[in-house]
């Protein structure tokens, strides 16, 4: 199984920034992409941005060329570096690790962080 853990959340102005950690623990060779989603006040889920083990990645639209998900050298971490914030941006961001479990794809999400953008 595999656990994920984020972090980074908080308050930013408008044209701000903001960067989000997960960290990945158990059996993480399992896994097969990692992704950040966001659920926002209309309680809507979007996928905001997922990484893929060769390091591809894609971008939901509303935050192309404003975010970039990264992740670290112990592939066991997961980043999503938020620039030129808008209020739009609010939300609770969740992180998410798809891993493969005896034959089954299983997704493992943490706990959610909030994320508040003010005008």
């Known amino acids: 199984q595999v656990q994920v853990v984020e972090s980074g959340g908080g308050s930013a102005q408008a044209g701000g920034s903001l960067r989000l950690s997960c960290v990945a623990s158990g059996n993480i060779e399992s896994i097969v992409d990692m992704g950040w989603y966001r659920r926002g006040p209309d309680e809507t889920r979007e996928l905001v941005a997922t990484i893929y083990n060769d390091g591809s990645t894609n971008y939901a639209d509303s935050v192309k060329g404003r975010f970039t998900i990264s992740r670290g050298n112990a592939k066991n971490t997961m980043y999503l570096q938020m620039n030129s914030l808008k209020p739009e941006d609010t939300a609770v961001y969740y992180c998410?690790?798809?891993?493969?479990?005896?034959?089954?794809?299983?997704?493992?999400w943490g706990q959610g962080t909030q994320v508040t953008v003010s005008s």
């Open positions: 998410n690790a798809d891993y493969s479990d005896h034959g089954s794809y299983v997704g493992s």
